[in-house]
């Protein structure tokens, strides 16, 4: 895939995002059936479809330049989005080493590396960054190493340290996340930071999720997807700016909804991590606007049903309680049968 960049756009304020038609074919719509329901939902992390966001382990698109820098004025506000503790320093490393490899092996154009022994040459044409360092050495890069490559990768990333027989969320690079904190998360288990998911537990989704992840092997990742939805297409909606968006779920009309709604997907990626023996997990978020996922006629039919008919407490825990009567209102014209 060539990639092209859009001129930088906003995901606050004046609220600029938007996606080309090529975008909207792209976007990795959900949803395999008429109604929603919690699942495993795991799939192995292996190239297909050339062009789609699943062709490459990490995506990279027409918004990286709005989205690194959207990351880069989070954390002017608040450094501690991004957050290692000690323990974690090789699982940064690691993290380090394969985004890297992988960025400049499936993104020639715009990403470069190379390596003599510990010398390592990396070249962002991007975004400009032209650094020599030596791996290993914290001191010989601008900033601590996961911070260093995420503040350059789009999406969120959480480093797992697994313990106890459980998973530990103990670092992390996390600036557009859907209603989650991760200052708020760090050092907790699996179950602990998904404990306020409703119906999941008694289902034992997250019973089979840990046992997965626990015996997950080296170079055999799995990616699964998730969503939500979030008024304007706003990236950083974590509990700590929830005064600056928390209101807008009130305007919501059944005539805005289009304008305002946006389907908000996360592309989520779970990897052993080589030396380290940590599990990255990437969180790499999509936005959509309604009325630009409705020029897609047979998705907008989908949701109308799965937002009508999904249950009560999946709805209340996704914040769409709100404005889900208008939402439903809207997209009803797009559903041959209701």
Not at 168 to 186: E, H, I, K, N, Q
Not at 224 to 242: A, C, G, Q
Request: charged content about 25%; overall charge negative.
């Amino acid at each position: 895939m060539s990639l092209t960049f859009t001129p930088k756009q906003t995901f606050r304020d004046d609220f600029t995002f938007r996606n080309s038609p090529a975008a909207i074919a792209r976007f990795p719509f959900p949803f395999p059936e008429d109604q929603y329901l919690y699942s495993v939902n795991l799939e192995p992390a292996v190239p297909r479809d050339p062009g789609s966001v699943f062709e490459h382990l990490f995506d990279v698109d027409e918004h990286y330049l709005s989205e690194m820098a959207e990351r880069a004025q989070v954390l002017e506000r608040d450094p501690q989005r991004c957050l290692v503790m000690p323990h974690m320093a090789q699982a940064t490393w690691d993290t380090l080493e394969l985004l890297m490899t992988r960025l400049a092996q499936d993104y020639p154009t715009v990403f470069r590396l190379s390596r003599q022994g510990a010398a390592w040459h990396w070249q962002n044409l991007a975004l400009g960054i032209d650094q020599h360092f030596t791996f290993g050495e914290p001191e010989s890069l601008p900033c601590e190493p996961l911070e260093y490559i995420t503040r350059q990768v789009q999406g969120d990333f959480a480093l797992l340290d697994q313990r106890d027989n459980d998973l530990f969320m103990d670092a992390g690079m996390v600036t557009c996340p859907a209603d989650w904190s991760l200052r708020f998360d760090a050092g907790m288990s699996f179950k602990q930071w998904h404990s306020p998911v409703p119906m999941a537990h008694q289902l034992g989704v997250f019973d089979r999720a840990l046992k997965y992840l626990l015996n997950l092997q080296v170079a055999q990742p799995v990616r699964r997807l998730n969503w939500t939805l979030t008024i304007n297409p706003r990236l950083d909606t974590s509990p700590e700016t929830f005064h600056e968006w928390g209101s807008e779920r009130g305007t919501v009309t059944a005539s805005n909804a289009g304008e305002r709604v946006h389907l908000r997907v996360e592309l989520q990626l779970m990897l052993r991590l080589a030396r380290s023996n940590a599990v990255l997990f990437g969180i790499r978020t999509y936005l959509i606007r309604l009325d630009e996922l409705a020029t897609q006629r047979a998705w907008a039919q989908r949701l109308h049903r799965v937002i009508r008919d999904l249950p009560d407490p999946i709805a209340d825990y996704k914040g769409i309680t709100r404005y889900r009567q208008a939402l439903i209102e809207w997209l009803r014209p797009f559903d041959c049968s209701a």
